[in-house]
Nanobody, 124 residues
Framework: VQLQASGGGLVQAGDSLRVSCAASGRTFSSYVMAWFRQAPGKEREFVAGINWSGDKTYYADSVKGRFTISRDSAENTVYLQMNSLKPEDTAVYYC??????????????????WGQGTQVTVSS
């Protein structure tokens, strides 16, 4: 499966931005999609995840209440709506897929497929 992330950009603190991840190629009957991010000099960290039916989501404490993950199954696309952005949200955002599962895990190694990343920069 191929994952294509898009929608990053440069915004000011307090602004909103939505990033997208389009999946193509082999499809799975059930899988979890997630967003991770990696800031310069830091480890890649989990941001949010959603199961394929869309009835289960999970967020990192740092983004809870500000970010919303959603999916459009018809378009095989997952979105991350980011509101009230802060400078500390600046990072490369990666989408990832964990096939044959409904468990939203937060570790990198749980995800078999990764997109190329999209840069989000929040200025103060």
């Amino acid at each position: 499966v191929q994952l294509q992330a898009s929608g990053g950009g440069l915004v000011q603190a307090g602004d909103s931005l939505r990033v997208s991840c389009a999946a193509s190629g082999r499809t799975f009957s059930s899988y979890v999609m997630a967003w991770f991010r990696q800031a310069p000099g830091k480890e890649r960290e989990f941001v949010a995840g959603i199961n394929w039916s869309g009835d289960k989501t999970y967020y990192a404490d740092s983004v809870k209440g500000r970010f919303t993950i959603s999916r459009d199954s018809a378009e095989n696309t997952v979105y991350l709506q980011m509101n009230s952005l802060k400078p500390e949200d600046t990072a490369v955002y990666y989408c990832a897929a964990r096939p044959y599962s409904s468990d939203i895990l937060t570790t990198r190694r749980a995800y078999a497929y990764w997109g190329q990343g999209t840069q989000v920069t929040v200025s103060s």
